[in-house]
């Protein structure tokens, strides 16, 4: 056996072929599907202006209720409780929530064309003596075959790449159809679960206004104690003293008349 030889061939390939792919997006879409109910209580038949104007103030300075706007909101174990000074309504909302899920699909037929010359180099070898039927005539044919391959190689990247790139220049307009529809479900998914929600919510409303009342009367107790406080210093009382003790509020004064 002799030192190899090796022997190049170069291949070349013009380049015209129309190509067309699918671009297909899915996205998905997850939220809250809610429903509620809720009752309204006018509180001006039962409670005085003075003890009203002063529950703002309580409100206020009360850990658990936030401003909500022009009112006042305190959370609840499924729902919240809110005071509208504006109206002196008390509102209590039972609340029920569901996970929904929900998809959309777009696609688009993207179409391009290769048009451009390939070129590549093969290689084989050959010995002087044939060793192993490696002759001159079958290193050509070896290197022709390399060449080819090689040129194959060459067109798969152009076309992948052809194709991604299309890919993503589509991509983001087709993606942008596919979350318009799959908010579109979301929403459709979310107003079905709706009415069976607010039948819930109905049920658990009883529940979440007795938790409701509990702490709004905690306050309300708070604001009876500023008005009769307010009331006895306005008229100059003496001797005013309070407590409270177990939820019961103790209030002492003495009016001259």
């Known amino acids: 056996?002799?030192?190899?030889?090796?022997?190049?061939?170069?291949?070349?390939?013009?380049?015209?072929?129309a190509w067309e792919q699918e671009v297909r997006r899915q996205v998905t879409r997850r939220g809250q599907a809610t429903g509620d109910a809720r009752i309204r209580e006018p509180l001006t038949a039962g409670i005085g202006a003075p003890t009203l104007a002063a529950l703002t103030g309580v409100l206020a300075r009360t850990a658990g209720w936030e401003r909500d706007g022009e009112s006042f909101r305190h959370a609840l174990d499924g729902g919240w409780l809110s005071y509208h000074p504006a109206t002196r309504e008390l509102e209590i909302v039972a609340e029920a929530v569901a996970e929904v899920t929900a998809s959309g699909e777009a696609s688009a037929v993207v179409r391009g064309q290769l048009a451009e010359t390939v070129e590549a180099e093969g290689e084989g070898i050959y010995y002087d003596d044939n060793y192993g039927g490696r002759t001159q005539r079958y290193a050509r044919r070896e290197a022709a075959r390399n060449a080819e391959r090689a040129v194959d190689a060459q067109v798969e990247a152009l076309l992948a790449a052809a194709r991604q790139q299309?890919?993503?220049?589509?991509?983001?307009?087709?993606?942008?159809?596919?979350?318009?529809?799959?908010?579109?479900?979301?929403?459709?998914?979310?107003a079905a679960r709706a009415e069976a929600l607010r039948r819930e919510a109905a049920k658990r409303l009883v529940t979440v206004g007795i938790q409701g009342r509990n702490i709004f009367h905690q306050a309300l107790a708070g604001a009876y104690r500023d008005?009769?406080?307010?009331?006895?210093?306005?008229?100059?009382?003496?001797?005013?003293?309070?407590?409270?003790?177990?939820g019961v509020l103790d209030i002492e004064f003495e009016l001259r008349i």
């Open 1 to 17: 056996m002799c030192n190899p030889r090796r022997v190049r061939v170069r291949a070349a390939r013009d380049l015209s072929d």
């Open 166 to 190: 299309a890919d993503s220049a589509e991509g983001t307009a087709v993606e942008a159809a596919a979350a318009a529809r799959a908010d579109a479900a979301l929403a459709e998914a979310a």
């Open 227 to 246: 008005a009769i406080l307010a009331y006895a210093r306005a008229r100059h009382a003496e001797g005013i003293t309070w407590s409270e003790n177990n």
